[in-house]
């Protein structure tokens, strides 16, 4: 399982990571902006969800 930001999703898709969620932060705030705790619950909860129901290994979701 591994988050991304949207500038590098390209790259999860040529590694073939299993089970990826793309979100649409910037660099370096992956789950979200500093202090900014119901974003980031928000980002950590849909990881989860993807890693328990995802049905194909190569799941890529976006936020």
């Known amino acids: 399982m591994s988050v991304y930001v ?3 999703a390209h790259i999860a898709g040529r590694l073939r990571v299993p089970r ?9 705030r992956t789950i979200g902006p ?3 705790r119901l974003r980031q619950r928000e ?4 990881a989860l969800q ?7 290994p190569q799941a890529l ?3």
């Open 6 to 8: 949207r500038a590098f």
């Open 20 to 28: 990826v969620l793309v979100t649409p932060h910037l660099i370096g």
């Open 34 to 36: 500093v202090a900014d």
């Open 43 to 46: 980002v950590v909860t849909a």
């Open 50 to 56: 993807l890693l328990q129901h995802a049905r194909d």
């Open 61 to 63: 979701q976006y936020l």
